[in-house]
């Protein structure tokens, strides 16, 4: 439809706008809701196609701009939500002088002209950072929607072309963009108490029958181009160590602009602490090696803990055990220097491993664990408790002031950053290492004890990330 024709529908159906949203309240507020989980509270946003408001107030953004093609949406907008900036302006001649963390064009795709041309100016509006959120009806709902149209349950609306996922993750690749996540939500768009709850947050989640949704939902980022060196701030947990704590020091290479080492200790019995007091003397010219006892227990604490200390860009996390070379962090940095990704995380899983570095039912619990979260994250992971694990410091702390969406109950570390990362739209890569076994001390892990809390931490994901 052309320009013209466009702006005229809208503007003769803004008035009836909020009787279709109260008519069909479920399908938009399950919409609302979704968007509103893979938008950050606090971030500067631009909604593209943005009607009378609603969805960019709920976002609740530190700076928010909507921007319509109809003068009637944009007038109700702005009497609804004068906090906000709005403006007409079509959507395939973007002219905004700013960068936002934040782009949601929803239900938009299908009624522009040329969407690899629309991705193209949204790359001139993004900055390194920058979201896209995108959200477009499933074409295989396109006879069921007509039908609805033709009985009147559901406004009528311009045809529009439709695009599967393949289709948009091309262009928005054309466009300069790559995806971070993508999902589908909603099977019954009718609200029936009880009935409607259960098969859209549940049933619809399932593998297979997700493929059958009515709404898909795509986060991409801006394909990174520079590649500049960082300041790296490698934080060692250890306790009952005292044995491995000079070769992770001597093994480890230095590369980036700084490097430091920041050992935690946690109340070894074996003069684990007296040790990391020799080998920083030792390697005082060498290497800047600061280090702390915490005050809590386990893994999860202490690399708060060293994170909280880390003066460096990005943070890394070797285990003291060293069953991961200390030689493979180069690679991690490798990748997140170069934009690859935004949070590496080691697997394990990929080479073969020593003789007795993983025991066989530890294997066959990291392949569940793998595969559920491949499945919540809707990103793949094929390692979730590989210790090693790379981010920037700036995302650690937008993680960090996050916490409280998942709690403080995860006694590891891994899957408070992997939940964290997921939420906040990371970029998450793998890095295949060569697992080795243990030569010194024994493993603080109980497989069982753990293994229980591991379950209750996925059940407790599903609620708070696919079941919303």
């Not at 479920?26 to 946003?45: I, N, S």
């Not at 980036?256 to 935690?264: A, K, L, V, W």
């Not at 999860?300 to 909280?308: C, H």
């Not at 702390?397 to 939940?419: H, M, Q, T, V």
Request: with cysteine.
């Amino acid at each position: 439809m052309a320009h013209s024709s466009l702006q005229s529908y809208f503007d003769a159906r803004a008035d009836e706008r909020d009787y279709w949203k109260k008519r069909n309240w479920y399908y938009h507020k399950t919409l609302e809701d979704l968007v509103d989980f893979l938008v950050p509270d606090g971030e500067t946003v631009l909604e593209i196609g943005s009607g009378t408001g609603e969805l960019l107030s709920l976002l609740s953004p530190k700076h928010g701009v909507g921007i319509d093609i109809s003068q009637k949406m944009i007038d109700i907008a702005k009497k609804k939500y004068p906090q906000y900036e709005w403006a007409v302006m079509d959507a395939e001649e973007l002219a905004l002088g700013e960068r936002f963390s934040y782009i949601v064009a929803s239900d938009l795709l299908g009624y522009l002209h040329d969407v690899e041309s629309f991705f193209q100016r949204l790359r001139k509006i993004s900055g390194e950072k920058s979201r896209i959120v995108i959200t477009y009806y499933n074409y295989l709902w396109e006879p069921i929607l007509l039908f609805a149209e033709t009985l009147g349950l559901k406004a009528k609306q311009p045809r529009q072309h439709w695009l599967s996922d393949r289709d948009i993750e091309n262009l928005l690749y054309l466009g300069g963009f790559e995806i971070v996540k993508r999902g589908k939500k909603m099977l019954f768009p009718a609200y029936l108490p009880f009935f409607s709850a259960f098969i859209n947050r549940f049933i619809a989640n399932l593998p297979v029958v997700n493929r059958l949704c009515l709404i898909q939902y795509a986060v991409a980022r801006p394909i990174p181009h520079d590649v500049r060196d960082y300041s790296v701030s490698v934080v060692i947990p250890a306790r009952n160590e005292k044995g491995n704590i000079e070769e992770a020091v001597r093994r480890l290479p230095q590369f980036g602009s700084y490097n430091e080492i920041i050992f935690i200790e946690g109340h070894s019995s074996d003069d684990t602490f007296g040790e990391i007091k020799r080998v920083a003397e030792k390697y005082a010219g060498k290497w800047n090696i600061r280090f702390a006892v915490q005050k809590g227990r386990g893994k999860g604490d202490a690399v708060r803990l060293g994170f909280s200390l880390a003066k460096g860009d990005i943070l890394m996390i070797l285990d003291a055990d060293l069953t991961v070379p200390p030689e493979d962090l180069p690679k991690f940095y490798d990748a997140i220097r170069s934009g690859r990704g935004e949070f590496v995380n080691g697997s394990r899983l990929v080479y073969p491993m020593e003789k007795q570095a993983m025991r066989f039912l530890n294997v066959l619990g990291n392949k569940f664990f793998s595969t559920m979260f491949t499945w919540l994250l809707d990103q793949r992971i094929k390692d979730t408790l590989c210790g090693t694990k790379v981010l920037f410091k700036k995302d650690y702390e937008k993680i960090a002031a996050s916490r409280s969406y998942f709690g403080d109950f995860d006694p590891f570390g891994d899957f408070d950053l992997l939940f964290g990362a997921a939420k906040m739209n990371l970029k998450i890569v793998e890095m295949p290492i060569r697992y080795k076994a243990r030569t010194y001390g024994a493993t603080n892990i109980d497989r069982w004890k753990h293994g229980l809390l591991l379950l209750k931490m996925t059940a407790f994901a599903m609620r708070k990330i696919k079941f919303i």
